[in-house]
């Protein structure tokens, strides 16, 4: 009697919780296959799917990260730069501007140059996000930096994703902070259950001086990514340096970043940013605290609209239903539709999990390069007459759930750096996409059954 007692109790709960799960996933907004998945999964292992869900399954959180508020005034707009422009600005983001200075960073001893460059010039502020602070010789080397900067007199606000920083330089931190640096960690492990921060990473990475000048990209501070004297080992990335009026909209994504509640003071006073160039470009944030989805929903729109090519690099490609389809639709259109990938990248299981949709793709005409050489950790397109380049990976976590940041590019000279890079970098790729046996294919047919979960 009491075992079914005890029995009838367990599956009552068990209901109750897949109910109350339900009711969170239908209220997301999802594709259709990812809400049946989830719902799937809730009714079928309520004891797993629950925890799981409530560990993984958040995506947009309004009440705990607002949309970010940018300071850009709306009375000073210039005419839209272009279209895509033009669709972001639909997104409540900030409008392009002209005016900038935009330099593309392609190699990692230009890169750790210009970074470290970029600490020691700065006088009032440092306002910095990094995903994973390594704790190597590149690692520990700008922490130093940071501290010596603290010690001058300067703000220095230091972001750090929990997960990607669980190996930090811990000594270089703690003495950074005895200085006056100031670090938080963002979306910790610990955390009430309807936030799901566990699931929702700080992809981002930004080092801002003064709130004039800012280096941003791919890269990390590690020695894989960058560092002063060249290695072999080393992946291929791009970073960039940018200053001029879009430096506005990467102190707001700070600010919303480090207090988001939206309460930090800003340090300096708006509308000092002058005109410093001739590059019109765009910052276009991503994750739960922007509007909908616009890093994922504008590329759809600008690959649906592509005429005479879409060159994409990434290093690990797993692309959201809408990306994937619009991707197809173009390469059998006629467009030139390239996907940079490395032959074998850092995470063994996101080549695994590629596979069914490099190989769909390849059948549709889409042409497949593969590095031969490195590890490719760079994030960038170029889409007929404007680029972008950032910390966004084109799978799913970085379109729909992470916090990133890509900078699309609307000038001639500016996108002609990206396409440079481009072309040179296929010089190491080998193109085609090798045959699989019937059972490689039912494997990563399963993981794409998996991928909505997401």
Not at 35 to 48: C, N
Not at 114 to 135: E, K, W
Not at 311 to 319: E, G, K, V
Not at 338 to 367: K, M, W
Request: charged share 20%; glycine share 8%; hydrophobic share 45%.
């Amino acid at each position: 009697m009491l075992s079914w007692s005890l029995s009838s109790l367990s599956i009552g709960f068990g209901a109750i919780l897949a109910v109350l799960a339900s009711v969170f996933v239908l209220q997301q907004r999802r594709t259709p296959q990812s809400t049946a998945a989830w719902l799937l999964f809730i009714v079928v292992m309520p004891y797993i799917a629950v925890p799981v869900f409530l560990a993984l399954g958040f995506r947009k959180q309004g009440s705990r990260f607002p949309p970010i508020t940018f300071s850009q005034s709306e009375q000073t707009l210039p005419p839209p730069a272009h279209q895509m422009d033009e669709v972001f600005r639909q997104f409540g983001l900030a409008a392009a501007e002209p005016g900038n200075d935009f330099r593309l960073l392609t190699t990692g001893e230009e890169a750790f140059e210009a970074l470290i460059g970029l600490v020691r010039s700065a006088q009032v502020t440092l306002n910095i996000t990094f995903y994973i602070l390594a704790d190597d010789e590149v690692g520990r080397a700008f922490v130093k930096e940071l501290t010596e900067r603290a010690r001058a007199g300067v703000t220095v606000r230091l972001i750090l994703d929990r997960l990607g920083a669980l190996r930090r330089p811990r000594a270089e931190l703690a003495a950074f902070e005895q200085a006056g640096g100031q670090l938080r960690f963002f979306s910790p492990f610990l955390h009430p259950p309807d936030n799901g921060h566990m699931n929702l990473r700080n992809h981002r990475k930004m080092v801002i001086a003064d709130e004039t000048r800012v280096f941003a990209g791919g890269m990390n501070a590690g020695s894989e990514y960058m560092g002063a004297e060249p290695d072999e080992a080393r992946f291929v990335d791009l970073s960039y340096i940018v200053q001029g009026p879009v430096v506005r909209s990467f102190s707001d994504v700070h600010y919303s970043d480090w207090d988001v509640t939206g309460k930090t003071p800003r340090d300096l006073p708006e509308g000092n940013l002058s005109v410093c160039g001739t590059n019109v470009v765009q910052l276009v944030p991503a994750g739960p605290d922007t509007l909908d989805d616009p890093l994922n929903d504008g590329l759809i729109y600008a690959i649906h609209n592509a005429r005479k090519r879409i060159w994409i690099a990434t290093p690990y490609f797993l692309p959201t239903e809408g990306t994937g389809q619009a991707l197809s639709i173009a390469a059998r259109r006629g467009v030139d539709v390239r996907i940079l990938i490395p032959r074998r990248s850092n995470q063994r299981i996101a080549d695994f999990a590629r596979g069914a949709y490099v190989r769909d793709l390849d059948e549709t005409g889409c042409r497949i390069f593969f590095h031969e050489t490195a590890m490719v950790h760079a994030k960038m397109a170029v889409i007929d007459d404007f680029g972008y380049v950032g910390s966004a990976n084109f799978d799913v976590r970085s379109l729909l759930l992470n916090f990133e940041t890509a900078l699309f590019v609307y000038d001639a000279e500016s996108l002609g750096q990206l396409v440079d890079w481009y072309q040179n970098t296929l010089n190491f790729c080998g193109e085609g996409v090798r045959k699989a046996g019937v059972m490689r294919r039912i494997a990563e047919g399963a993981f794409r059954l998996g991928a909505p979960i997401l």
